[in-house]
């Protein structure tokens, strides 16, 4: 299999990217829902226990670490299938086809700037010029997808009085943070999806290019077998990144899904969040809601990336 990119790309490659992006991304992102979901809400429930008890009984809150069979049959028994996993996707959708038109229109320019590089150094400028560009457009949609994933939560924990629709939500957070809360934790989205970019980026061109020398597998002339390498790489590499940078998603969920007031040590710097995090938490902390993450963007990310290698062999030559 050629590597794209070493084709050196064009005009034409980068505005396939960003169109290819958006169409690639929003099939996986709906499917996937459902566990982004329950990160989220595994992420903020920590918080919220400590927060919050003295507003409820102990026994009634959320607990951080269920089984995943008790995790899922406890939520679809107690909000339903659309309160329970599907809060706000119709916002994340919306933002979905920007930011992924803008992330693989990135992805498409750096490639190309870096044509004849080695797969790291693509990985990396591809990434960060991805991310950059499209971390704009995802930063004001996941603050009003990630409230409205957890407000059942702050809601049992005794934080607010009730779940708002999303048009109230939006104009609740407006009127009461103000319009900057909309971007609060681009920084932070930056520092997470930017390594995350390079990681996944940089591993997914490395292993693609040498399964693609029948490394991994005999068949290279085959077409399923050709499919799984991708698969496989891709799931490879995601993971990898997931377990590198969650610790980060842990403190820009935290910020962006609650209320500035209930976030320990918001607004005296990411060293003094750690800091207080670790005491609070432990090591383990960091990794909250970790199971959840990999098992939704891993598989996520191999449909994306297959759609899009797909649209890229059949319209962008």
Not at 55 to 60: C, E, M, S, V
Not at 98 to 120: D, R
């Amino acid at each position: 299999m050629t590597a794209r990119g070493e084709e050196g790309g064009g005009l034409g490659r980068v505005a396939f990217g960003a169109v290819g992006g958006a169409m690639a991304d929003v099939v996986p992102r709906l499917v996937t829902y459902p566990l982004e979901t329950l990160k989220s809400r595994s992420i903020v429930t920590p918080v919220l226990n400590k927060q919050l008890s003295k507003n409820k009984d102990p026994a009634q809150l959320p607990k951080p670490r269920l089984a995943w069979r008790e995790t899922l049959s406890r939520t679809y028994q107690t909000l339903g299938l659309w309160r329970g996993f599907f809060p706000g996707v119709h916002v994340a959708l919306l933002g979905t086809i920007p930011g992924s038109a803008a992330y693989f229109f990135g992805y498409e320019v750096g490639k190309m700037a870096t044509a004849g590089h080695s797969p790291a150094v693509q990985g990396a400028v591809s990434g960060v010029a991805a991310q950059l560009i499209a971390n704009v457009f995802h930063t004001p949609i996941d603050n009003v997808k990630e409230r409205a994933q957890v407000q059942e939560s702050v809601v049992r924990a005794g934080g607010q009085k009730r779940v708002y629709s999303t048009s109230e939500l939006v104009r609740r957070v407006a009127r009461e943070e103000g319009l900057g809360a909309f971007m609060r934790g681009y920084w932070r989205g930056n520092l997470l999806w930017m390594p995350w970019s390079v990681l996944y980026v940089s591993g997914y061109e490395h292993l693609k290019r040498s399964t693609a020398e029948g490394v991994w597998t005999p068949f290279e002339d085959s077409e399923d077998s050709r499919t799984l390498r991708l698969g496989a790489c891709s799931a490879a590499s995601s993971a990898a990144a997931c377990v590198l940078t969650h610790p980060i998603d842990v403190l820009k969920t935290r910020m962006q899904a609650l209320p500035a007031g209930l976030v320990p040590g918001n607004g005296l710097g990411l060293a003094t969040e750690v800091r207080r995090l670790l005491r609070a938490e432990g090591v383990s902390g960091l990794f909250a809601g970790l199971p959840f993450r990999v098992a939704q963007l891993s598989p996520a990310t191999v449909m994306t990336w297959m759609i899009y290698e797909k649209l890229a062999e059949r319209f962008a030559g």
